[in-house]
């Protein structure tokens, strides 16, 4: 039997997908894994920052729509491109152990923290969520908009002549770059995308045998984690196009939810915290969009 594996073409794209493959191979060696690499809209405009391009679903379209003509039986993606609502026929499988959360920097040699940067210093990000809160909490930093893979992004440090660029220290890790990384931002200064550093398996509803192939690898803190952001993401009905984020810190049983939110321009930017049981996930993801929302309206 064999399985078709669509993903993304990009450097992390195939480390994160033949990840996934490495491990269903060890709980399912009958089977055959082919990986198919599929260019999106996202791949193929590079030259624009994201949030002008379209909206979320610029890494995953081209990718879900094979999987519904069933050129592909399975799509790996980053769970942080996925939009709230998944096309009609598709549903995520059982998600397996999730990398760091956390945003990073990488810095100029020379310097270690975000705190040891001089003033006026220049870093390099295309996120919103990451410009907003940097500023937030050094307000003196000039941020310079970039785009590219981990590698290009990096390079802009010398090209750019930058002072750092902050990245997902999940995707430094994975791609094996992790002596790159000079400073891990906490999670106070900074909250991650949704569900950063988690993978996101997509499947056919319907498809038992995959489902079934692929829920060996389930991991419940991650799924839980995943639950809690994502019911945040779908509260707040988030894009490209404004700063957000969430991140659910399990302790035992409980669960604390913390959220940002804010304007196109950085102008309003909430943040708010939320506490729980885990069995609560989704729920407390939607309760805490309302409370935010609710602060954000009043501003």
Known sequence: MKIVVGTR?????????NWVVNELKKTNPGIEFEIKVIKTKGDLITHLPLHKIGDKGLFTKE???????KKIDLAIHSMKDMPSNLPDGLKFASIPRREDARDVLVLKDGYKTID????????????????????????????IPIR????????????KNLH????????????????????YIPTDIMIPAPAQGALAIEIRKGDSLVEDIVSHIKDEKTEIQV?????????????????MGAYCDIKEDNITLTGIYGDEDGKKLVKKSIQGKVEEASKLGFELANIILKEYNSL
């Open 148 to 159: 590219g893979n981990i590698d290009t992004r990096m390079k802009k440090i010398e090209d």
């Open 63 to 69: 990718i879900e729509q094979q999987l519904l003509d």
């Open 227 to 243: 639950l809690a952001e994502r019911g945040f993401l779908t509260g707040v009905n988030g894009s490209c196009h404004i700063p």
């Open 116 to 143: 040891d940067l001089p003033q006026g210093a220049k870093i390099g990000t295309g996120s919103k969520r990451r410009t907003y809160q940097l500023l937030k909490y050094r307000p003196d930093l000039e941020i």
């Open 9 to 17: 073409g990009s450097k992390l794209a195939l480390v994160q997908t």
């Open 164 to 183: 750092g660029v902050v990245l997902a220290a999940a995707g430094l890790i994975r791609a094996g770059f992790e002596d790159k990384i000079s400073y």
